[in-house]
């Protein structure tokens, strides 16, 4: 606060000059490390980063319930899957997982169908088979769908329900 000239005041009293900082130099990210772009690495068992992932496996498990398995099948690999496949469609898209990305990973392998097609069926039961204990299955299920149909809407994957093997990335 400022002191008016005529009030008399002792000399430790008196309002010291403020310290003053230099400018900024410029910066540049010239590390070894920096990443220069922001494209992120495609590839194998790269995965796909995005945001609040888990909550993916929170929506899973309310279709747990709805789910039609057959014998070999169980419910906690398939919840697991169905989750990681909802979780890379939301980060493709660049949000968080939502309900609707999960009603498409469910769609895309049949679990909410009283009857898949037959072939689909033989695919999927070991390609979720220990999908919620092992890591290898977990990245080969991911990486095993198309970006493309994981892009897709459940009702556009509903709709090429023949087309199943394109779909899973069976053919």
């Known amino acids: 606060m400022t002191q008016p000239s005529f009030v ?8 010291r000059p403020a310290l003053r900082l230099e400018d900024p130099r410029p910066w540049v990210p010239d590390r070894p490390a920096e990443l220069r772009l922001p494209v992120r690495q495609a590839g194998k068992s790269l995965g796909t980063p995005g945001p609040d992932q888990g909550y993916a496996l ?54 909410l169908d009283d009857g898949p097609p037959e072939g689909l069926l033989e695919v999927r039961r070991p390609a979720f088979s220990s999908a919620a204990r ?4 977990q990245r080969a299920l991911v990486d095993r769908v198309p970006e493309a149909a994981i892009r897709l809407s459940a009702s556009d994957v509903a709709a090429r329900r023949d087309d199943w093997a394109a779909l899973v990335g069976a053919a």
């Open 58 to 111: 929170r929506l899973a498990r309310r279709f747990a319930d709805r789910l039609q398995l057959r014998p070999g099948e169980s419910d906690e690999d398939v919840v697991v899957g169905v989750a990681l496949l909802a979780s890379r469609r939301a980060a493709l898209f660049g949000r968080a997982p939502m309900v609707h990305d999960v009603d498409t990973a469910l769609a895309l392998w049949g679990f």
């Open 134 to 137: 092992d890591y290898a299955v």
């Open 8 to 15: 008399p005041i002792t000399e430790a009293d008196q309002v």
